[in-house]
Structure formats: structure tokens, C-alpha cells
């Protein structure tokens, strides 16, 4: 599933094609993705002039000067297409822009999803509600995570992923920023000290602008608006890597739970 950095790179590629470009065709292909596409998005949308483009966690906005703010989320398998030569059976929304641009949204798995919201209200849109602070923001720190962790007793790797403590977080990253603030992935987040929490999050910034520096990492489905397939995974230090030495002499380990992947290293992952 793209998680943060990917999220960020297809917003950094949409914005050279959509940022301050009329709308001049909106065309859903289909009623619905995850959930249904809204009916009245292709009139709401067409002629609407791009403002900003945007990510909340895992989520991407495109602002219009209508009022009228487009979320996307890429579900398992979306990506946005950039001039694509010729439409895909997967291609399930199409946009050109004044400039003669095109955009299409692939998704062959159909868990992603569309929808507008309310420009002046999106920070009540109903999944950011409840959404805890951006990673690379200001308002996550060590202290946060204190704050947010105490007398938690469940596995700091769990706490990491929930979208109220830090929004965006997903599996990928999680293990690798663990990795790399030497914490063990089932320490009890809430008698974690606040060196180490601060360590933490320093370590979630590290690996997250170093994923969007390389242009996320491509698993399966992922590539980058562009084409161009993201670079991280050759970066992982122990994220896919069960069985391979860890650069302290350890040897990496995985588990499974509930269908998702743990790796670590127990040599350097203790704290």
C-alpha cells in the first residue's frame, strides 16, 4: 500500500501539471472505487481552476477555486498516470487541464477512493477528524509521543501505526524508522524514556525524507506519476531482508501478525 512518501511524491508530480491550470474535463469512468465516486464531481469539478495541491497522512488534496477540495487516497495499487499516450481498463478518472495536459487515475484493485470535501472545513473531513500530527511537521516530537504513549502497554511498533498518535505512518517505514532509533518493535510504547522517544522521532523524520528523496519505494503496484519506479527499497535496512546480516553483526528476523510483517534486528534492537 503507498504510504506517506509515496503519497508525497505523486503530490510533488501532479503539482507541475495542476497547479494553477483550469479544469477542462473531469470524467469518472466508473460509479465507484472503494466506496462510491461522488455523482456530482465531474460538474462540481470541470471548469474549477487548481490552487494548491496537498497531503494529509496517507491522503492527497487537490484545492480548487471553487471551494471544492478533491481527496484521493491510493488505496492498495492507485497511481496517477501523466499524459498517458492511451487509456487503461484501470484508468477510472480522467482530467485535462487548459494547457492541454492529461491525468488518469489507475487502480486495478479499486481500493482507493474520491471524494470532495468543503476547502474551508477539510480539517473536520471525517478521516483527518481524529488524525495526529503530520511526521515531518513541527507538532511531532518526542515529547508528543510521551504524552501520547503513557501507560500504554502495547507494542510501540502498534502505537506507530495508529493514524491518532502520527498520521501517515505505515509498515514500511515503521520498521525501518524502529531500526533505526534502536528500539525493539514490541517494547511496551509506554515505558519507552523520552530520549529514546526523541531519538524516535527523529528517526521517523530521517527515513521518511529519505524515501521521498528516492521517490518512495516500489513493492508491487507503486510507481511514481512520472513512470519512474520509487528507490527506497534498495535502501531498507532490514524491511524485506529476513536472514540477512544487519550492519551491527546481528541477523535480521521477521514475524508475522495478522497478516503483516515485523522485521528487526534483536542485536540493535533492544531499547
Request: charged share 25%; glycine share 12%; aromatic share 6%.
Amino acid at each position: 500500500m503507498p504510504e506517506l512518501p509515496e503519497v508525497e511524491t505523486t503530490i510533488r508530480g501532479l503539482a507541475p501539471v495542476l497547479s494553477g491550470q483550469r479544469l477542462t474535463k473531469v470524467e469518472p469512468r466508473r460509479a465507484d472505487l472503494r466506496k462510491a465516486i461522488p455523482v456530482d464531481l465531474r460538474q462540481r469539478l470541470t471548469g474549477a481552476t487548481v490552487t494548491t495541491l496537498e497531503r494529509r497522512g496517507k491522503y492527497g488534496m487537490i484545492l480548487t477555486d471553487r471551494g471544492d477540495t478533491l481527496v484521493f487516497h491510493l488505496g492498495m495499487s492507485g497511481r496517477w498516470r501523466v499524459d498517458p499516450g492511451e487509456l487503461l481498463a484501470h484508468d477510472h478518472l480522467l482530467i485535462e487541464t487548459g494547457e492541454g495536459r492529461s491525468l488518469a487515475l489507475n487502480d486495478p484493485r479499486r481500493f482507493g477512493f474520491l471524494d470532495l470535501w468543503p476547502s474551508e472545513s477539510i480539517a473536520v473531513y471525517p478521516p483527518f477528524a481524529a488524525m495526529g500530527p503530520e511526521p515531518l511537521g513541527p507538532d511531532f516530537t518526542g515529547e508528543h509521543l510521551l504524552a501520547e504513549l503513557a501507560g500504554r502497554s502495547a507494542p510501540i511498533k502498534a502505537m506507530l501505526l495508529d493514524q491518532r498518535i502520527v498520521a501517515g505512518l505505515g509498515n514500511i517505514y515503521v520498521c525501518e524508522a524502529l531500526h533505526l532509533a534502536r528500539i525493539a518493535p514490541s517494547r511496551a510504547a509506554g515505558r519507552i524514556a523520552l530520549f529514546r522517544l526523541e531519538r524516535l522521532a527523529s528517526a521517523v523524520r530521517e527515513v521518511l525524507l529519505a524515501a521521498i528523496e528516492a521517490g518512495g519505494s516500489t513493492l508491487r503496484d507503486y510507481a511514481r506519476p512520472d513512470g519512474e519506479l520509487g528507490y527506497f527499497s534498495k535502501q531498507f535496512l532490514v524491511y524485506g531482508r529476513e536472514g540477512e546480516p544487519c550492519h551491527c553483526g546481528g541477523v535480521v528476523r521477521r514475524r508475522t501478525e495478522n497478516g503483516r510483517s515485523t522485521f528487526w534486528c534483536p542485536g540493535c534492537q533492544r531499547g
